[in-house]
T-cell receptor, first 115, second 109 residues
Framework: IAGITQAPTSQILAAGRRMTLRCTQDMRHNAMYWYRQDLGLGLRLIHYSNTAGTTGKGEVPDGYSVSRANTDDFPLTLASAVPSQTSVYFC??????????????FGPGTRLTVL | GQNIDQPTEMTATEGAIVQINCTYQTSGFNGLFWYQQHAGEAPTFLSYNVLDGLEEKGRFSSFLSRSKGYSYLLLKELQMKDSASYLCAVSDSNYQLIWGAGTKLIIKP
């Protein structure tokens, strides 16, 4: 079934540890995104990639890094996790050249708790 | 700053009609999206408006007034499965989506 997968589904992490959230899509979409969703707040863009080999910073990029070595994969890394990074993380993708006029398709999310 | 406002929660009765409003103040405008998100699940696309007026899609319709910075999502013939959060998002001048916090819709029998 075509779509986006994320791993892990959930994770409890000690503060200061390094963590990589994985995201893979099989729709051959050019653009991919990472969001965090916190209670009472809208989705906030962390990083995005309009095409393989390029990445850009979103609204809340500090403490996170991404890479886009190929079309399908877009991992998000927390170099040294802090409790304020406790959140639900969604990966999304869209066709076209990226940007806010394309429908975005979301993965199931990763629930991350940093203690 | 950029701001998207939606009611936090609404309650409606099965079979009825409900209107969820969204007002926005953004740097630029390149369209407005509505997404549905069931609890514990991913958001899924409902509609996209870039021109003023009403777009109808089955039981769901979405309206946009760019001059007023206003949109609404209209849900007709409500079903229990419509219980979800409804997210409004605006594409700004940088073509990035600015998201509202969402409106939790509770459907009662």
């Amino acid at each position: 079934i075509a779509g986006i997968t994320q791993a892990p589904t959930s994770q409890i992490l000690a503060a200061g540890r390094r963590m990589t959230l994985r995201c893979t899509q099989d729709m051959r979409h050019n653009a991919m995104y990472w969001y965090r969703q916190d209670l009472g707040l809208g989705l906030r863009l962390i990083h995005y990639s309009n095409t393989a080999g390029t990445t850009g910073k979103g609204e809340v990029p500090d403490g996170y890094s991404v890479s886009r070595a190929n079309t399908d994969d877009f991992p998000l890394t927390l170099a040294s996790a802090v409790p304020s990074q406790t959140s639900v993380y969604f990966c999304a993708s869209s066709d076209g050249q990226g940007g806010g006029t394309d429908t975005q398709y979301f993965g199931p999310g990763t629930r991350l708790t940093v203690l | 700053g950029q701001n998207i406002d939606q009611p936090t929660e609404m309650t409606a009765t099965e079979g009825a009609i409900v209107q969820i409003n969204c007002t926005y103040q953004t740097s630029g405008f390149n369209g407005l999206f509505w997404y549905q998100q069931h609890a514990g699940e991913a958001p899924t696309f409902l509609s996209y408006n870039v021109l003023d007026g009403l777009e109808e899609k089955g039981r769901f319709s979405s309206f946009l007034s760019r001059s007023k910075g206003y949109s609404y999502l209209l849900l007709k013939e409500l079903q229990m499965k419509d219980s979800a959060s409804y997210l409004c998002a605006v594409s700004d001048s940088n073509y990035q989506l600015i998201w509202g916090a969402g409106t939790k819709l509770i459907i009662k029998p």
